[in-house]
């Protein structure tokens, strides 16, 4: 292998490890988070025992009565993935977010054992300072790195090599290929690409019109080896977010003014933390009955960290909208900038 290596590390059962920080006497008994009346997280005893998350917690609790159920900690998971991603760029030269939990990351490694080592020493600290654990996946691809990680969960680090490699590009099931959606899938089965290796007998122009130019050429890619594989940093974080659901698992409901003002104090303490002030701030809620989500909006004058401003313009969205029943709301602090750049004046 000569290519230079890329890591994919992502947290295992990121809300379930998060909330069973404090109870370790469950650390062995199925566990999962709920966010309203679904499960967000289950960890791996309950996903051995059927819970899944999407799942309704009246359906975890028939397929698994033994389940602990717990309500998703949201200002604790906002705060270690905040800290996780501290240690991803502490630890490498470039990061890539893919989630909360997961990022692609350069740890600066010209050769396959420094990658390696450099994802156990990642996985050590993160398990040291944070109290959950990673899987790490390397690979010559982002592709390749994500099919390492995956395959290394839970609290593991695998890495593709070469051999390896060459025979999950002609064999690879379309249905692992990450990033193909549902309706390509479908698409690509009625033409008879079931594996990566089928694309090679499918004409060009088909491919392209099964699934579109761009799919088609990354398609083409991945079965060459050229697929992407440049970590492509984040340099300014232009958006912070927070969200909820209005009722809870054995919490009392909250109305969505509680629940946005909430939201609302966590967003200003992380982007005290990061050293960055907004200048607007976007309310989605998210209908009870399901359906489109409302989307209200505002922005200030001048960047600001300040609670109040951002307290105030809250309550007056939500005050100035027809609010239905909710199932839960996010509220985002966006045009994020660095302190150093926010004027004095504006404060």
């Not at 003014?257 to 701030?281: H, P």
């Not at 909006?297 to 005050?319: H, I, P």
């Not at 029943?325 to 004095?344: I, N």
Request: with cysteine; hydrophobic share 45%.
């Amino acid at each position: 292998m000569t290519a230079r290596p890329v890591l994919l590390a992502d947290a295992d059962a990121f809300f379930a490890s998060v909330a069973l920080r404090s109870r370790p006497e469950l650390a062995a008994a199925p566990v999962a988070v709920v966010a309203h009346v679904f499960i967000a997280s289950a960890n791996y005893p309950a996903r051995a025992r059927g819970v899944r998350s999407g799942m309704l917690a009246q359906e975890a609790l028939r397929q698994c009565p033994e389940v602990t159920l717990i309500d998703v900690p949201r200002a604790e998971i906002e705060e270690v993935g905040d800290t996780l991603f501290d240690i991803f760029h502490d630890c490498a030269t470039a990061v890539e977010p893919g989630s909360i939990e997961e990022a692609f990351l350069d740890v600066g490694a010209t050769d396959w054992a420094g990658a390696i080592d450099a994802g156990h020493a990642l996985r050590r600290r993160v398990s040291s300072e944070l109290g959950i654990t990673i899987s790490v996946g390397v690979g010559s691809t982002k592709l390749m790195a994500k099919l390492a990680s995956r395959r290394a969960k839970p609290d593991g680090l695998s890495v593709i090599e070469s051999g390896e490699e060459a025979v999950l590009r002609a064999n690879l099931p379309m249905t692992d290929v990450w990033g193909i959606g549902a309706t390509t899938l479908v698409r690509l089965t009625r033409i008879g690409v079931f594996r990566l290796g089928d694309v090679d007998g499918i004409p060009k122009n088909e491919l392209q019109h099964v699934c579109g130019t761009a799919m088609a050429r990354r398609l083409w890619r991945i079965r060459e080896g050229t697929d992407d594989a440049v970590v492509r940093p984040v340099e300014l974080r232009s958006s912070l977010s927070a969200e909820g659901s209005t009722a809870g698992y054995a919490r009392p409901d909250a109305s969505p003014t509680e629940l946005a003002l909430a939201c609302v104090e966590r967003l200003c303490k992380r982007a005290e933390r990061a050293g960055l002030a907004g200048t607007g701030i976007t309310l989605t809620l998210r209908p009870e009955t399901g359906g489109k989500a409302i989307v209200l909006r505002r922005t200030l004058v001048a960047a600001t960290t300040g609670r109040e401003a951002w307290l105030a313009a809250a309550v007056d969205l939500l005050a100035d909208a027809s609010v239905p029943r909710l199932a839960g709301l996010r509220v985002t602090l966006t045009g994020l900038l660095p302190l150093d750049r926010v004027h004095d004046t504006l404060f």
